[in-house]
């Protein structure tokens, strides 16, 4: 994050305290990858305290009315106007759209719609393989064992524009053997030297 200084933790106006766009989508997405449990509470409309005494209603009015709203975050002050960075998942394509000062709350969940709109609408998630499929038997040279399994380490896929799925190929370019020792989690690459 480069265009983000942060002056107090709780985001109201002060000099200096700034962010983008940019940095706000990278925080989002840092959130959504690395604790997904977030979405546990990021999705919840309303909840009740206090042993049932008083509601909290989520401010984020997408989650109760955009297909897929995963969260994330709302937030205004008089300086910045109003804001969001709003999540969505469809056929495991999951993206966010960061709206900054707008001029009105309306504004601002139109803008995230509109903005989530063309990203389902123009692109598709193609995944590779999934985190933990076996994707070749590898011989080992002067190993106990004559063979290893290369196993993804994470799901792997990329994002494609809608109707050119058809131009993707996918090529595994791993050696055919490796040296012994082997150990649990080492990376397999092909040495092209």
């Known amino acids: 994050m480069k265009d983000t200084t942060?002056?107090?933790?709780?985001?109201?106006?002060?000099?200096?305290?700034?962010?983008?766009?940019?940095?706000?989508?990278?925080?989002?997405?840092?959130?959504?990858?690395?604790?997904?449990?977030?979405?546990?509470?990021?999705?919840?409309?309303?909840?009740?305290l206090r042993d049932g005494k008083s509601q909290l209603s989520n401010t984020n009015k997408l989650i109760r009315t955009y297909k897929g709203a995963t969260g994330l975050k709302t937030g205004s002050t008089s300086l910045a106007l109003y804001n969001l960075s709003a999540s969505a998942t469809r056929d495991d394509l999951s993206l966010i759209a960061v709206i900054m000062k707008a001029p009105s709350t309306k504004v601002r969940f139109e803008e995230a719609q509109r903005l989530l709109d063309f990203g389902f609408n123009t692109f598709s998630f193609k995944q590779f393989g999934k985190k933990d499929d076996t994707v070749k038997s590898i011989l080992i040279d002067k190993g106990i064992t004559s063979t290893v399994d290369a196993i993804l380490k994470d799901n792997c896929g990329t994002l494609i524009e809608k109707g050119k799925d058809k131009n993707i190929e996918q090529t595994l370019n791993l050696p055919e053997s490796i040296p012994a020792p082997v150990v649990s989690g080492q990376k397999l690459r092909r040495n092209f030297f």
């Open 6 to 48: 942060f002056k107090n933790c709780h985001g109201l106006d002060e000099d200096g305290h700034v962010t983008s766009a940019y940095d706000i989508s990278l925080m989002s997405r840092e959130l959504l990858n690395n604790h997904p449990t977030i979405t546990k509470y990021t999705t919840i409309w309303t909840d009740s």
